[in-house]
């Protein structure tokens, strides 16, 4: 059974840190890429990251890049996302996310690509 846990949101300040974690259990290797997601209040579901379990490869969406950071352990199993100079706009559920189908660029940061989610983890960013 495939079970994605994401942790490490919480409060911070404009311009902080934080690093969430997924872990990832039940995997096939038909799962070829993890993705990390988010969604604000009132708005759709976005893209933010996304790391290929092959080969390591990773995209960003343009407004992350430079500040945010995928990464992934020896096992596959677990994604990290590193988050710097976080903005207001940051504020938002993130959610980690697996998938059999991505297969290009283009479909690296849908969402819609992506069969297993996790719960999500609240990231607020506000003085």
């Known amino acids: 059974q495939v079970q994605l846990v994401e942790s490490g949101g919480g409060l911070v300040q404009p311009g902080g840190s934080l690093r969430l974690s997924c872990a990832a259990s039940?995997?096939?290797?038909?799962?070829?890429?993890i993705g990390w997601f988010r969604q604000a209040p009132g708005k759709e579901r976005e893209g933010v990251s996304c790391?290929?379990?092959?080969?390591?490869?990773?995209f960003y969406r343009d407004s992350v890049k430079g500040r945010f950071t995928i990464s992934m352990d020896n096992t596959q199993s677990t994604v990290w996302l590193q988050m710097v100079n976080l903005k207001p706009e940051g504020t938002a559920v993130y959610s980690c996310?697996?998938?059999?189908?991505?297969?290009?660029?283009?479909?690296?940061?849908?969402?819609?690509?992506?069969?297993?989610w996790g719960q999500g983890t609240q990231v607020t960013v506000s003085p």
């Open positions: 790391i290929m379990r092959s080969d390591g490869s990773t």
């Open positions: 996310a697996a998938s059999t189908t991505v297969q290009s660029t283009i479909q690296a940061l849908n969402p819609h690509e992506y069969s297993r």
């Open positions: 039940g995997l096939t290797s038909d799962y070829n890429v």
